[in-house]
């Protein structure tokens, strides 16, 4: 049974850089891309990018400029970088994982991390 | 780049009846990538549907998926108390650049 944890920084100030990590457990680490979605309290889903075993990486053309998603696959771990962050980036992040290389849907999800940005 | 519109915003409705929730794509999409969820408050979103018509594994057969080209539904038969939530469209672009989009959402209330 795949599992997806994250963890990160909770709260930070405005420009500075937002850091969170997805451990992967059970299943196979590699075939597949590692996403990272955001959701703003209240609001709906962004995707935000992905990412494979070999470090290939797809972004949100609206994120792109300040995103950094990177892969361990030593520890079976993927992180996302957001950078420069404001009070907009205020969100729960999640990551996730297709089913299969390609399938077009997310079918595995870790459980969220808020992350709020304030002054 | 695709735009997902889904309607109405808020749906009220009784246990028992019939709910028909719409995504249109602001352009013709392949139905192998289209996929719908549902999150209730604090969760994840939850895969229901995967390429338009196909239930997850788990997914109760009183959901169902239809559609082709821009407009596309998903059906549940009966609500169930349990059903109420806000349910998400979701399209996926293969080419290179891959990449997914939502639509905003459409909250399931009882009425």
């Known amino acids: 049974q795949v599992q997806l944890h994250q963890w990160g920084a909770g709260l930070l100030k405005p420009s500075e850089t937002l850091s969170l990590t997805c451990a992967v457990y059970g299943g196979s680490f590699t075939g597949y891309f590692w996403s990272w979605i955001r959701q703003p309290p209240g609001k709906g889903l962004e995707w935000i990018g992905e990412i494979n075993h070999s470090g290939s990486t797809n972004y949100n053309p609206s994120l792109k400029s300040r995103v950094t998603i990177s892969v361990d696959t030593s520890k079976n771990q993927f992180s996302l970088k957001l950078s420069s962050v404001t009070a907009a980036d205020t969100a729960v992040y999640y990551c996730a994982r297709e089913p299969y290389d390609s399938s077009g849907y997310l079918y595995y999800w870790g459980q969220g991390t808020l992350a709020t940005v304030s002054s | 780049e695709i735009v997902l519109t889904q309607s109405p915003g808020t749906l009220s409705l009784s246990p028992g009846e019939r709910a028909t929730l719409s995504c249109r794509a602001s352009q013709n999409i392949s139905s192998t990538f289209l996929a719908w969820y549902q999150q209730k408050p604090g969760q994840a979103p939850r895969l229901l549907i995967y390429?338009?018509?196909n239930r997850a594994t788990g997914i109760p057969d009183r959901f169902s998926g239809s559609g082709s080209g821009t407009d596309f539904t998903l059906t549940i038969s009966k609500l169930e108390p349990e059903d109420f939530a806000v349910y998400y469209c979701q399209h996926y672009v293969s080419s290179p650049p891959a990449s997914y989009t939502f639509g905003q959402g459409t909250r399931l209330e009882i009425k």
């Open positions: 390429r338009t018509s």
